[in-house]
């Protein structure tokens, strides 16, 4: 059985294709040829924005994007001002969470008399999620922990960004509108596509409340003999495998962080449960922070843990079953596109 945390890798991980990278139920729509015009694309972080610009660069805008030239946002004003002379047509897209942020672009349009508007990538905190853990496979071949946002080699990335940078920008997020001086504001949905080779089904359990209880005084076993398998779940978990399911765990191990439970300590406590179910899974996953307050991805019901599996094991999540006992089990099978089953009604019979 192979036992990770949820950044460790022993082997090159799948790539992700560009099929991945999140679509757009609709494009953005041009203006034709003799109608300039100035887009600004904004939303979440992660949310598909580059997907959508590209559909517009394609079409003859040109570009302007802080990520590629660096700088703050209005350091791309003096370019923009210089395209619009030039008649030229302009797409900017960043986060533009906020009015104040939108406002230099707005009064560089209005000064050169070119009509700009606002479209928004509609997408959901839980879905960015996902997209940034997808982002983080592809770059790094794993999720990265909090220490290593920190680290010099990922920290410069701005598609490697920490967990907070979501919550930050929800907080701080102020509704486009008309009155701030836009032409037209324009809401793009998000759906996502996976790549067609990713055909695997698996399912993909819990392990506290749903495979085991135990004895001691944490709510978790801190070593082996503690474990006290549910041993009657065992004969469906093997007639899972033997259906062509692929066996995968994901688990809070939040004592790690707090120092009641050490790493090899979880591990063997993994072991130890299948081994009272005699059955074998491919791989067992972990999060060992704690909260609060939020710090990573993979602490359940964040998705990282769910999108390591899903690119490793190139899983169709439309396919897999994710086993649990708690509401945020059935959060990180939503946001990872798995069906949730209640461990109980699972189990019956």
Known sequence: MARSTSSARSKKTPSVTSSVTPQTQTEASPRTASEQEV???????????????????????????????????????PRLGELLTAGKSVVLDNLYATAESRAGA???????????????????????????????????????????????????????????VLYKYRKEFEPPSLSEGFSAVESVAFVRRFPSEWKNKAVIFDFDGTLRTHEGKEKYPVKPSEVRAMKARGAQIKRLQ????????????????????????????????????????????????????????????????????????????????????????????????FQFVDHNEFFRG
Do not use: W
């Open 39 to 77: 887009v600004l694309v904004g939303g979440m972080p992660a949310g598909g924005k580059t997907s959508l610009t590209r559909a517009l660069v394609e079409k003859g805008y040109e570009r302007l994007n802080r990520d590629t030239v660096g700088g703050k946002v209005d350091d791309l004003l």
């Open 106 to 164: 707005v009064k560089v349009a209005r000064q050169h008399q070119v009509p700009i508007r606002f479209v928004l990538m509609n997408t959901s905190l839980e879905e960015a999620q996902f997209n940034a853990c997808l982002r983080m496979m592809e770059r790094c071949g794993k999720v990265l922990h909090p220490e290593e946002h920190k680290q010099a080699q990922y920290r410069e990335d701005p598609n490697l960004f920490p967990v907070a």
């Open 242 to 337: 033997a259906e062509g399911y692929l066996l995968l765990g994901a688990s809070n191990q939040s004592g790690i962080a707090k120092g009641t439970l050490t790493a090899a300590a979880a591990e063997a406590c993994f072991d130890e449960t299948l081994r009272q179910l005699d059955v074998t899974f491919k791989e067992v996953r972990y999060c060992p922070h704690k909260v609060p307050p939020i710090s990573c991805y993979c602490r359940k019901p964040g998705p990282g843990m769910g999108v390591e599996l899903i690119v490793k094991y190139q899983l169709d999540p439309r396919q897999c079953i994710y086993v649990g006992d708690l509401g945020t089990d059935a959060s990180f099978a939503a946001r990872c596109g």
